[in-house]
């Protein structure tokens, strides 16, 4: 046998030893072999392209996956972002937890040291179709929006994507996400796990989901997020009391008129602040945008630490030699692409007021639940995810306690059976963003499953609970009298 032939069997026995199949032409199609702006001295394992999730209607959407090094063990993570509406590209990948970020030129990169997929291969998808590069021939498509459907077709991109990516079938996967993918995420584990119930060894080997400043339950994030806004000085008390009586018991994706005014008069109180972020400076250009925008959606994802991100993933993924790397905009749109598609949130469908009984479902089913938020938006903040998680009345294994960051308090964390809630500190809506490390550790504790570690100057768990009070202390369930 030739040299050149035995290396061949060689590799060929390597893939089929750890249970790869050889790249196939579809693979060999999507992968990416640098970006524009790349930093030189990184070598990095990318695919992007578009999975089609619905033949008649021409609907397909768009994925990039980065992978780790070497690939061959470490689970697979899903990650979503919100709107509804906004890209996962522009926001999640380029600014958060991808390999690299967008310097303010718009036109090259450097890395994220932070990045995800130096713990898990990390697959972003833009949701639904019209969102970021993915796209439907069918324009209806972007009319009928809603949560279901989006549901469906992320399953359908799995399904299909797998098939593409054989070697990730069986693997461990997590979906995670953030703002309004607090609705995506948990529907898409819902779809999964009922699929995979009766398969002993399912293609989808889910794990668990991981949400931040998540939108849960639109009564309890409304009173959370109004007590928020009042506490911090934000709003006057007449608002504070007027929202209470506008929107309390309505639907966050669909307020009515009254709702939609009381929030008009919160923005005006609040000034021009970068709700997402209430302590950081905002990007002027942007800052009579990101007020307009406010009262469209509790918990949409536009602002972060530096609004002016933005701009810089607008003018990078716009370039042709971008689009072309990524294998993006085969269809050649028309128009500009946006990180963001506010014709997808005002004509959105179906939104269900709870996610909690999807929640209950998911730890019932033994699997993994991770929530956590910034404690400086006030968007989705921390006080809604607080009143949501203990509405479900899961037993504690540890109450709340500051966790460990580099010798300080990285933010706080109270671990239920089964769910685990985490406060980190400093953070706006986009964690990943603002408090990068803490995101990081963060990220590694729930893949490995372990808590977040004390803080090194606090109180051990052992010793919280000998001074905690005898008597229990409920927290209100309706908050119906406003504390004022």
């Not at 040291?113 to 179709?129: C, E, R, V």
């Not at 995420?185 to 399912?202: D, H």
């Not at 008390?237 to 005014?261: G, M, N, W």
Request: with cysteine; aromatic share 12%; proline share 7%.
């Amino acid at each position: 046998m030739k040299h050149s032939q035995l290396h061949a069997v060689l590799l060929l026995s390597i893939f089929v030893g750890i249970g790869l199949a050889y790249p196939t032409k579809e693979q060999l199609r999507d992968r990416i072999t640098k970006l524009p702006g790349q930093p030189e001295n990184v070598v990095l394992s990318q695919y992007s392209g578009y999975v089609t999730v619905n033949e008649e209607a021409g609907r397909a959407l768009f994925y990039w996956l980065v992978e780790t090094q070497p690939s061959t063990s470490k689970p697979l993570v899903l990650w979503l972002n919100g709107g509804p509406g906004c890209s996962s590209i522009a926001y999640g990948a380029a600014e958060e937890i991808g390999p690299f970020r967008i310097n303010p030129d718009g036109k090259s990169l450097y890395s994220n040291p932070y990045a995800w997929n130096k713990l898990a291969n990390i697959l972003f998808l833009d949701s639904p179709a019209g969102v970021g590069f993915s796209y439907s021939n069918t324009t209806s498509d972007l009319y009928t929006a809603g949560d279901q459907k989006t549901a469906e077709d992320a399953y359908i991109f799995l399904v299909n994507w797998l098939e593409r990516f054989p070697q990730y079938k069986h693997r461990d996967f997590y979906i995670a996400g953030e703002s309004y993918a607090g609705h995506y995420v948990p529907q898409l584990s819902q779809v999964i796990y009922r699929k995979n119930k009766g398969i002993e060894n399912p293609d989808i080997n889910f794990k668990g989901f991981m949400v931040g400043n998540a939108v849960i339950d639109d009564y309890h994030d409304y009173i959370g997020t109004f007590e928020y806004w009042w506490v911090n000085g934000l709003i006057s008390d007449d608002t504070y009391k007027l929202l209470r009586i506008a929107c309390e018991f309505d639907s966050a994706q669909h307020p009515p008129q009254k709702c939609v005014e009381a929030f008009e008069l919160a923005s005006v109180e609040q000034g021009n602040i970068d709700p997402y972020s209430i302590y950081t400076p905002v990007c002027n250009a942007t800052a009579a945008t990101l007020k307009r925008r406010l009262r469209n959606r509790l918990g949409r994802l536009y602002g972060a630490y530096d609004p002016c991100t933005e701009r810089y993933s607008e003018v990078y993924f716009n370039r042709p030699e971008v689009q072309k790397a990524l294998h993006a905009n085969v269809t050649a749109i028309p128009y500009s692409w946006i990180g963001c598609n506010d014709i997808i949130v005002e004509n959105w469908g179906d939104s269900p007021l709870s996610m909690l009984p999807i929640y209950q479902e998911i730890l019932d089913g033994g699997l993994r639940i991770w929530v956590y938020s910034g404690d400086t938006d006030s968007v989705v903040p921390v006080t809604a995810s607080r009143y949501s998680i203990a509405s479900l009345n899961l037993p504690t294994i540890i109450n709340w306690y500051p966790w460990n960051d580099n010798g300080e308090v990285g933010g706080w964390s109270q671990v239920y059976k089964g769910l685990t809630l985490v406060a980190v500190r400093g953070a706006g809506h986009e964690v990943p963003l603002h408090r990068p490390r803490q995101a990081f550790t963060l990220f590694k504790s729930f893949l490995q499953n372990k808590n977040l570690p004390f803080s090194t100057q606090s109180l051990n768990p052992h010793k919280l609970r000998s001074i905690r009070p005898k008597t229990k202390i409920t927290m209100p369930s309706s908050m119906q009298d406003p504390p004022i």
